[in-house]
DNA sequence: TAGGGCCTGGACAACGTTGTCAGAACGGGA
DNA sequence: TCCCGTTCTGACAACGTTGTCCAGGCCCTA
């Protein structure tokens, strides 16, 4: 009867039971119920149903603040990433999360929109949160920042993109070499005026996939125009435009490099448009930097040079939670291999304007 | 010198400097070290100098956990959805955390793999961290499990489906409506013989939308065979299954309503496939719910129901945070509109077999 | 039946912060 | 010079949990 009616009115709104209340009610100690609800031994049957009963009745749950204060450990670990709905970023969330739970974490994250500012309010609040670990996808080029919160316990793993000015466990995909294949591919089908255009200079991965392009042109002995390279935002005006641009210069490029899945649709969006330089009659070729869902139902399919963002993700969490057991070795740096998938669009022949 | 020295190594591993020690530092008292970390008045500019001089020094970040611990609210919302990878959340995903960000609040979240059990099991971990709100898209079909939390003041928000045997907030597209438009509008284009492919049938939009595809037929006075609907799960291989099967029985439908975008897809797929029993000569129509990327660079372009999962974010977290700000009316069911989208798919005539 | 060991339960401090409250220092006016 | 008011500062308790440690009761054996 009262518990029934106690089991409908909690303790008080907003507030609400603590151990001790439970212990008042089961009639037994504050520690005999910190007992029965960490499922610690030492308590007998008896006694721990009575304790059962009270915590049901009053709803109760145990605080994981206070918690945490005591132990020291969150059991959450952070992810600061540039865009959630990112279809890249999508699946690397997924695996950090899937390994986290594995290990019995929670995982909070954030988005820092490609803002250095906003990374560091982002990463130091998760600091003071005293996250266990961090994977951050770095939009800024300076982490020294983050080096006391290192220094002080705050396991920390870079994914997709190196820290800047410290040193840490970094997991990269390998962006040059997955680029130099790219535009291999594209001169190997005949190409010799290829453009390439690519996310802004300051993020890592947009320099090293240009690096890749310009090694693999020089392997050829093709020259590089300037009007040929475009770097910055992914925007689609600015891609548009400089799709346009190259395609329509005193030298048009026969084909396109792209920098990452966001460019690339832009400019299968450009290429398929009417209004383009690109026709069926003269056909431009397309090789992009991350795959994307849908790339093989277009026409020509697009061809692309694949990156496993769960790979990523999983390698990241994996190097995390090493850390957090105990592995103090020196910074690993891990590069995993990018696959070009051909599915037509980078196959296409030049053709002459 | 000595400032130098303490800076590079911090008070003890893994052991961070409290706010005593920065006391001790600076000569100051506990509480005036406080009121510096935050921001309140009542310092006079010497000492807080001295006070942010040991912060730097020592390294010295607040502690959260002791903060909630003390202050009773935590500054974050924990977020449940089936799955950060798909493209659908994700951008719902970012907006809840936009509206949290303006707000001040972190997000937690959490994927439930569309499991009843690991929901349950994250909201509650959720709760345990005192989470000032929850926003839920749910996975389970009973919530009673949340009624102790809502009553113990954790505001809680359901978003794309309606919680199970409780009443709260909750914001949803209009499934029934935009599953009717769009099977009405196959419908107004000649087909008569339409088969319906969706989720598993204990989820809330998926029997939504066949209930939508079932008015429509009726309206139009069209029977529906048993062979042309099938509810289950969006694995490729059971869509595939179900796609062949209607489009190859006695009775093959001419057009075909996708549930959800993992179904459209699966089905633009199997369309496409050159073993299909649809083929240039005798397109299959098709109209999906959900829009989806590239859905226009398709040929056919893919006509489909438009949710605004971005809305849905919006909408779902501003009710949170109206309800964080002491918001106590009754709960409110809002329903969002869908809009068709026309890009061929949905406009193709049927043709006899 | 007494003594020893084991098992169960509880009192208490500590985690790091913030709110309360009172005391100290300082300046100005009588 | 003294007193009062204002401003600044610090001591202390409290938040809810967990770890330590000790007390009491039970069972078993001699």
Redesign the pocket.
């Given at each position: 009867m009262a518990e029934t009616a106690s089991r409908l009115t909690p303790h008080r709104y907003g507030?609400?039971p603590?151990?001790?209340d439970v212990?008042g009610r089961a009639?037994?100690?504050?520690?005999?119920v910190?007992r029965v609800?960490?499922g610690e031994?030492?308590?007998?049957p008896?006694?721990e149903r009575r304790v059962q009963e009270a915590i049901d009745a009053l709803g109760?749950r145990?605080?994981d603040s206070?918690?945490v204060?005591?132990?020291g450990r969150t059991a959450s670990i952070g992810l600061v990433l540039e865009d959630l709905a990112d279809p890249f970023y999508g699946p690397l969330s997924r695996a950090v999360e899937e390994v986290a739970r594995a290990h019995g974490a929670l995982l909070i994250n954030g988005s820092s929109a490609e803002d250095p500012d906003r990374e560091r309010e982002l990463v130091l609040a998760l600091c003071a949160r005293r996250v266990d670990g961090l994977v951050v996808i770095p939009a800024s080029g300076d982490h020294r920042y983050l080096a006391p919160e290192m220094a002080a316990g705050i396991a920390t793993v870079f994914v997709d993109r190196p820290p800047g000015q410290i040193d840490a466990d970094v997991v990269l995909s390998d962006s040059f070499g997955g680029a130099r294949d790219g535009v291999a591919h594209l001169i190997a089908h005949g190409h010799r005026r290829i453009g390439f255009i690519g996310d802004q200079p300051r993020i890592h991965t947009a320099t090293e996939r240009l690096r890749g392009y310009r090694a693999a042109m020089a392997d050829a002995g093709l020259p590089v125009h300037d009007a040929w390279v475009s770097l910055g935002s992914t925007a689609p005006t600015r891609v548009r435009a400089a799709a346009e641009t190259m395609l329509g210069g005193a030298e048009p490029v026969t084909a396109v490099f792209a920098g990452n899945n966001r460019v690339t649709v832009t400019v299968v969006r450009v290429l398929a448009s009417p209004a383009s330089l690109a026709s069926p009659a003269r056909p431009v070729a397309l090789v992009g930097f991350d795959d994307f869902e849908l790339a093989d139902l277009l026409r020509p399919g697009v061809t692309v040079i694949a990156q496993d963002a769960a790979r990523l993700g999983r390698a990241a969490a994996g190097r995390l939670f090493a850390r957090l057991d105990g592995d103090a070795g020196a910074p690993e740096h891990t590069v995993l291999p990018t696959r070009l998938i051909a599915r037509g669009s980078g196959e296409l022949p030049p053709t002459t304007p």
């Open positions: 507030s609400r603590t151990m001790k212990a009639g037994v100690g504050l520690k005999t910190s609800v960490n031994p030492g308590v007998t008896d006694t109760f145990r605080n206070a918690r204060l005591r132990k």
